[in-house]
């Protein structure tokens, strides 16, 4: 196992760093303190070529340039706010609007936007990058301060599993992180190969906004029946896309698998575990205009050229009373995990 840490290249004056984890298996992982962006997940093929798994750009400015959030960490809070605007203890509080009025993925200084401290740990079966920050309501203009670690670790079953933990100062806070990865587990600039299950039997109605209405629609008899392995592109055709928050079957806090997304051609295969009750999936269907990922050599991304499985708890949550506890008391730490385990038949 390895760990290899870098200069990624400058940006706004910040010295940015890239960090290699690999295991004993051929694969690795590596990471952008900018961001605490999720960079690479290589993969090696039968020729020992390695392949990366997810959507990635040459520079941090290219992150930026578009509203894809591409393989970035999301926090505060991940999704919409409707307006910016809840009610914690007792006290209503007016978020910074992003989009349409709401406030989307922590707002423009969420956890996408610093540049995060590093330090690595390397363990008998895996290797890890953590990434801190101390976030101060003056940074994001959520109400109370929150010290974060986002800690990646690789390990020798293929599986990398991504720990966000915040520990709130003395007043209460929201916390609702996901990691905003891009997959793409073929050759091609499209997901015509590619299968998805999710163990979801319910999806969010959203309004025009994509602002959840507070109703749970059944997925039966409609395209977003993912319980049985479904062609993802299939089913984006049927739906025009999808933008959509999936409720995951049985309240649990505990970690279990939520979806599997699986590639024909390479027998490649990533399921998704999570603590939280909702998988967001985002399939990209617009055009992107200026996107160009590395992979594409220089061309232009395709609409649907990959989809984002963003785990956490369902979207604005401080809003709607049933849709889970996203609430961090004062000096309290709490953590959530996503893990993605990689197999290959
Ligand atoms: O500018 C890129 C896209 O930004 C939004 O897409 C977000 C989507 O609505 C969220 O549910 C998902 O979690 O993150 C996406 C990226 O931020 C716009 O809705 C979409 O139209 C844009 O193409």
Not at 110 to 136: A, C, D, M, P, Y
Not at 240 to 269: C, H, K, M, W, Y
Not at 312 to 321: R, S, V
Request: negative net charge; contains cysteine; charged residues 20%.
């Amino acid at each position: 196992m390895e760990i290899i840490t870098q200069k990624f290249e400058k940006y706004q004056d910040q010295e940015i760093k890239k960090v290699t984890l690999k295991n004993d298996c051929g694969v690795a992982i590596s990471c952008l303190s900018m961001g605490a962006t999720w960079y690479e997940f290589l993969v090696p093929d039968k020729d020992g070529n390695k392949h990366n798994l997810i959507m990635n750009f040459a520079h941090c400015a290219d992150y930026y340039s578009n509203g894809l959030c591409c393989c970035q960490s999301i926090g505060r809070v991940a999704g919409r706010i409707k307006k910016g605007h809840f009610k914690l203890n007792q006290q209503e509080v007016q978020l910074l609007p992003n989009e349409n009025g709401n406030t989307l993925h922590g707002g423009n200084h969420g956890f996408r936007f610093l540049n995060w401290k590093i330090t690595t740990q390397k363990e008998h079966n895996s290797v890890s990058v953590i990434f801190s920050n101390k976030i101060s309501e003056k940074i994001d203009g959520f109400p109370g301060d929150l010290d974060v670690e986002i800690k990646y670790t690789l390990n020798n079953q293929n599986q990398v599993m991504i720990l966000y933990t915040a520990k709130s100062g003395s007043k209460l806070t929201l916390f609702n992180p996901t990691c905003h990865a891009y997959f793409n587990l073929s050759d091609q600039p499209n997901l015509a190969s590619h299968k998805l299950k999710i163990n979801s039997t319910q999806y969010l109605e959203l309004d025009t906004e994509l602002i959840p209405t507070g109703n749970m629609l059944a997925v039966e008899n409609t395209p977003y029946d993912f319980r049985d392995f479904q062609n993802l592109e299939s089913a984006i055709s049927k739906n025009n896309g999808f933008d959509d928050a999936f409720v995951i079957d049985g309240a649990s806090t505990n970690l279990r698998p939520v979806a599997v997304l699986s590639e024909q051609t390479s027998g490649r295969a990533i399921t998704i575990s999570s603590d939280s009750n909702c998988l967001v999936v985002y399939t990209m269907s617009q055009n992107q205009p200026g996107v160009k990922f590395i992979r594409d050599g220089g061309k232009f991304a395709q609409p649907s050229e990959a989809v984002a499985l963003e785990a956490q708890t369902l979207p604005d949550a401080i809003n709607n009373d049933d849709f889970g506890n996203i609430v961090l008391p004062a000096n309290t730490t709490k953590s959530h995990e996503i893990v993605f385990t990689f197999t290959q038949k």
